[in-house]
């Protein structure tokens, strides 16, 4: 029998935390490094390019999906980062980068909307009749507004879809053992099937979302927290592409690296609402009930916060060699040939 859930932190069985069911965002069991890589790079680029080519009548789940490829592949790179050169990573993460804040107007909109309707749910009794189902009324029209600027702007989706699509054909490029071969401008390393290939940028995301964590709950700014977030993005799709080293224990941390990244979410998007609300009043005009909204948005906040810290203790325990080294040796293990007439049981 199971004891009464944390009030603290979201509960996993009302459909917050998601399983990691994303399987194909991992090495395959029996596959080599390099065309691993290059697989789950290409299969991120065209699933975004597809669903944005050919959205559909749901654009915005088109937009999302294309911001999760391009956050999946900025990951990849920072894995990587050691084998294919600075000067490489350096361009395709930028462009990455700036192509995925092309989108941002359409998917901020979205989220903020999303994170009034769960504070709706948990207060509503707390506002006056109507306040919240009037302001998501007013966030969601704000929305449809700034999507249809960016559909109606003949220049936006093009060059999303120009820098992707080039983007993939540079991917598709990566050098393997023995190969040499340019990718874009500049001669990348070939990726080797060795640990050493995602040793550095392991470290390097561990190590910088150790050091976030930190310094936001040393000093818990809307700024802190939210570079505190991007790494611990970053470091969940990088132990989601080593699954395959050991399945049960990679995926139960990639699913709480995923618990934690939606909990920063959350706080992010509501401060965000904040910000929002503060800048156009006209969203909530009525100035009792925004002082209301604002003091229930803090207090979500805090215990959001209160998750964050609970999880992200557990989560970054190990120093960073620690973790790094645990890693080496699932490595080991999983490179150490099975006897004759075993397979892997991850099949």
């Known amino acids: 029998m199971t004891g009464p859930s944390d009030p603290h932190l979201p509960d996993h069985r009302s459909g917050y935390l998601p399983a990691v069911r994303n399987v194909r965002f991992a090495l395959a069991p029996d596959e080599r490094l390099p065309d691993g890589v290059r697989r789950v790079t290409l299969e991120q680029l065209d ?8 959205p559909g009548d749901d654009i915005d789940r088109a937009v999302h999906q294309a911001r999760k490829a391009m956050k999946r592949l900025r990951a990849v790179l920072r894995l990587v980062r050691d084998s294919i050169g600075d000067d490489v990573y350096r361009a395709e993460n930028a462009l990455l980068r700036d192509t995925a804040r092309l989108l941002a107007p359409m998917r901020d909109g979205a989220v903020i909307t999303e994170a009034v309707r769960d504070l709706r749910d948990r207060f509503g009794d707390r506002l006056a009749s109507g306040v919240f189902d009037e302001l998501i009324e007013r966030l969601t029209e704000r929305h449809r507004r700034r999507r ?27 050098p393997a053992d023995g ?58 799709h990088q132990v989601e592409i080593l699954r395959p080293l050991w399945p049960e224990v990679l995926e139960a941390q990639a699913r709480e690296l995923d618990r934690l990244g939606e909990v920063l979410g959350d706080e992010h998007d509501l401060a965000v609402m904040l910000r929002l609300v503060a800048a156009l009043p006209d969203l909530c005009p009525d100035p009792v009930d925004r002082s209301l909204l604002a003091a229930l948005t803090q207090h979500r906040r805090a215990e959001l916060r209160t998750a964050a810290r ?34 892997p049981v991850d099949r």
């Open 47 to 54: 699933a975004a390019i597809d669903g944005l080519a050919r």
């Open 148 to 174: 249809r600027r960016v559909l109606e702007d003949e220049t936006i989706l093009p060059t999303v879809l120009r820098n992707l699509r080039s983007a993939r054909a540079r991917y598709a490029a990566w």
């Open 179 to 236: 190969e040499h071969r340019l990718s874009g401008l500049v001669a990348a390393r070939p990726l080797a099937h060795s640990f050493e290939t995602v040793a550095g940028g392991l470290f390097r995301t561990y190590r910088r979302g150790r050091r976030e964590m930190h310094r936001a709950l040393e000093e818990p700014t809307d700024l802190r927290f939210h570079q505190w977030r991007k790494r611990v993005k970053y470091l969940r």
């Open 310 to 343: 609970i999880l992200g203790i557990r989560i970054y325990a190990e120093d960073p060699d620690a973790f790094v080294g645990r890693f080496a040796a699932y490595w080991r293990a999983w490179q150490t040939p099975l006897p004759v007439g075993m397979v």
